[in-house]
């Protein structure tokens, strides 16, 4: 399963959309603004939120949970590394690592080693776009949000 998800640039806070191969969209992300901290919300496009983002504070490395309704279901942690970013995912759906390469733009997701799917942020685009790829598309809200907590982790922290 393919999503292409695409940050919309001129917008009040961060505002995604979330496509499928034909272009359909699929989610719509929204984050909060005048908050301490991110807060970002991840829509069907009827409207229903599947998930909820929270920047957790204060921590020393930017750390991220997510929440289905009230429920942790998530913890997302950047680790110390040199040259490469790497995260930890702990969830309900399994412990995840990400690794990605040197300039921050490719990660691979595995799960007690194995390699579930892949992310790739596009190099030239207007605002932040990112290829998905993941095996279940049972499990495409939870990766979605997971990109998303991701982009904020590496490239929003130091804005």
């Not at 999503?3 to 995604?16: A, E, H, M």
């Not at 919300?41 to 930017?62: C, D, Q, S, V, W």
């Not at 997701?109 to 390699?115: D, L, M, P």
């Amino acid at each position: 399963m393919v999503l292409y998800i695409k940050q919309r640039v001129f917008s009040l806070g961060d505002t995604y959309r979330v496509y499928d191969v034909n272009q359909e969209p699929v989610f719509e992300v929204r984050s909060e603004i005048f908050t301490l901290g991110a807060k970002i919300h991840l829509y069907n496009m009827a409207g229903k939120e599947l998930f909820y983002i929270k920047r957790r504070l204060p921590t020393l490395l930017p750390a991220y949970e997510i929440y289905a309704g009230s429920c942790l279901c998530a913890d997302i942690r950047k680790e110390w590394s040199f040259f490469r970013p790497r995260l930890t995912v702990s969830s309900g759906y399994g412990n995840f690592e990400l690794e990605g390469d040197f300039w921050d733009m490719d990660f691979t997701i595995r799960c007690a080693g194995q390699t579930l799917g892949s992310i790739q942020k596009e190099w030239f685009s207007w605002g932040d776009a990112y290829r998905l790829d993941i095996a279940d598309e049972r499990d495409m809200a939870f990766f979605t949000t997971m990109v998303i907590a991701i982009d904020n982790c590496l490239h929003n922290e130091n804005q």
